[in-house]
């Protein structure tokens, strides 16, 4: 017993060490720990948590396990007050934001049923917007709640691939989403992150037109290292980045890291912290990945440099932005530290120098067409010619390329224009205007359509003038093929276990699937005889209609209308009787 108790002070002395020394180079925020408590009367467990890495963005919080069931109570985690309400097909779904005396709020998404007075409400302002999406300022004392209080039912809705509970914490006032591990919620942890891979980057060219060096790891007493354990490159200014996953106790999930430390001859070159982000900044972990490599089917690897467009947030610059310099035959001694939320610590060790008969980092060499143009971060980057013209934002870019173009003539239809690939990101939408000389009753039947490895994305393509030529743009957020496209086809709708004079008492819900070729609607509206009828529309699949005090017995008459992008509509009568 006595040993038992030894070993487990010497850990948390340990953990303590590895804390305090990394707080030494990046200080970890003392949030206040034990004020909220677990959201779901089950046994804590995590599906994923804040930071882990998606396509596109960061997880900015925790998922937490429902035991894979829906409609588990789910409660307060803090006293305070419900705040807001927000309603949506993807994203969070149905959702609960609470604010709390401290400052703090916190959000619960995916849910099913609010509580029933909560549910009341919602609907009734629903109703008064004529609007099933919604997103609602609640009056601070209309909903009080206490801690623990029950608040809803978990769910699945929204963005959600399966039943779980997604829990943030956030400051109120800044919106910027906490870390919840750092709160000291009952999730035990004392394994370190797990490491797999080191990759090397030639920092003299662009991150997007090379693919990096990649080393597996091996682990030897007690730290991973490279295999060989000295590293050449055949060029003088390098970055590294990793691949890294953590994990809880008791779960074999690959969760996200904490934060990094790289050290260039044990001095701090620079670090990354997950420990609050905004929504404005989620989508700059496309900043932070190799973002070529994932797109192309390859692992996540998180950069150890802060690539030139992109603002500090999660990275802390200690001597330089990650890239080092290297100088022919001088040895340099690389150290990373990779830590969890609970101060549990990995260690990469590796040297690295410069020689001019090493291995090369590949990349694609010179681009001959006179068809390409360098793009730049941190300022306004403009491709125009005869055919098209856009610009991209000075925080649009992360980091320089050379944009390739292309003009393709297909059989059919208007010429595709395609702007470089898919392998660069952008951090801001841009407007992309196409010159084209459509008749006059088709103007208004325009999309511009964006593809890429048979994905499809449309917009309204918005005539204007320029020169006193015709043109039509659009905003996009991706590189890829685009084209003008007329769309004269109006939207199907199609009613599932539903026919025209049926006798609806056994059923309780109507549903419709609506289906369009430019797979988005401008509007879908539904009247119950001549009154506006609420439709949910989860996921974007179906709209559905859960039979409420609306629709009493008897005969009915409803009316289904819905708009695609280019002002196609259909609308279809249907009689029932209840």
Not at 323 to 329: A, E, G, P, Q, R
Request: net charge neutral.
């Amino acid at each position: 017993m006595i040993r038992n108790n030894n070993f487990g002070l010497a850990t948390a002395c340990l953990l303590a060490i590895n804390f305090f020394s990394s707080a030494q180079v990046m200080k970890v925020p003392a949030y206040p720990r034990n004020y909220f408590q677990w959201p779901l009367l089950l046994k804590p467990e995590l599906v994923a948590n804040f930071g882990e890495l998606r396509p596109n963005h960061y997880h900015m919080g925790l998922d937490c396990r429902t035991d894979q069931k829906q409609n588990q109570p789910v409660q307060a985690a803090a006293a305070g007050y419900i705040a807001r309400i927000k309603i949506e097909p993807f994203g969070f779904g149905r959702c609960i934001y609470i604010n709390h005396p401290n400052g703090l709020t916190t959000l619960y998404a995916h849910l099913n049923d609010f509580f029933p007075q909560l549910e009341k409400y919602v609907r009734d302002r629903q109703y008064q917007l004529k609007s099933w999406k919604v997103f609602l300022d609640i009056p601070p004392g209309m909903f009080p709640v206490t801690k623990g209080q029950f608040i809803a039912f978990s769910g699945s809705t929204g963005g959600s691939e399966g039943p779980h509970l997604h829990f943030e914490i956030r400051d109120t006032r800044s919106e910027k989403v906490l870390n919840p591990l750092l709160f000291g919620l009952p999730i035990p942890d004392n394994i370190a992150p797990d490491l797999y891979r080191l990759a090397v980057y030639d920092r003299t060219i662009s991150t997007y037109e090379q693919t990096p060096q990649v080393y597996s790891l091996i682990k030897v007493n007690g730290s991973y290292v490279t295999f060989p354990s000295l590293l050449t490159a055949g060029t003088d200014k390098i970055s590294f980045g990793i691949s890294a996953f953590d994990r809880n106790n008791g779960s074999a999930n690959r969760n996200g890291i904490f934060q990094a430390v790289l050290y260039n001859d044990d001095v701090a070159v620079v670090g990354f912290q997950m420990d609050s982000i905004s929504y404005d900044e989620t989508r700059y972990l496309n900043a932070h990945i190799d973002y070529k490599l994932r797109i192309n089917g390859g692992p996540f690897i998180e950069h150890l440099s802060r690539l030139p467009g992109y603002t500090y947030g999660i990275y802390h610059p200690f001597q330089g932005d990650g890239v080092i310099s290297l100088t022919k035959d001088s040895i340099h001694k690389i150290r990373v530290e990779i830590m969890d939320a609970n101060g549990n610590m990995s260690k990469l060790l590796f040297n690295i120098k410069r020689n001019s008969s090493g291995l090369k980092i590949p990349n694609p060499g010179s681009i001959t067409s006179d068809q390409n143009k360098e793009f730049y971060p941190g300022q306004v980057n403009i491709f125009e010619n005869g055919h098209i013209s856009f610009y991209l934002p000075e925080k649009c870019l992360y980091d320089s390329f050379r944009f390739r173009y292309q003009e393709i003539i297909p059989n059919a239809g208007y010429p595709i224009y395609r702007l470089h690939n898919n392998s660069v990101p952008l951090q801001e939408n841009f407007t992309l205007k196409i010159k084209a000389a459509i008749p006059a009753l088709l103007k208004e039947k325009l999309v511009i359509e964006r593809s890429w490895n048979a994905k499809f994305d449309y917009a309204k393509a918005i005539p204007v003038k320029l020169s006193n030529e015709d043109w039509y743009m659009a905003s996009f957020r991706d590189f890829g093929d685009f084209r003008l496209q007329v769309d004269t086809v109006a939207p199907v709708i199609s009613p599932q276990g539903f026919i025209e004079n049926m006798n609806v008492s056994k059923l309780n819900r109507l549903a419709f699937v609506i289906t369009d070729n430019s797979k988005e609607l401008r509007n879908f509206n539904a009247t119950l005889d001549g009154k506006w009828l609420l439709f949910s529309n989860d996921k974007g699949k179906v709209f559905s209609y859960h039979f409420d005090e609306m629709c009493m017995p008897g005969q009915h008459e409803l009316i289904i209308h819905v708009e695609d992008l280019a002002g196609n509509s259909t609308e279809r009568v249907y009689h029932f009787t209840r």
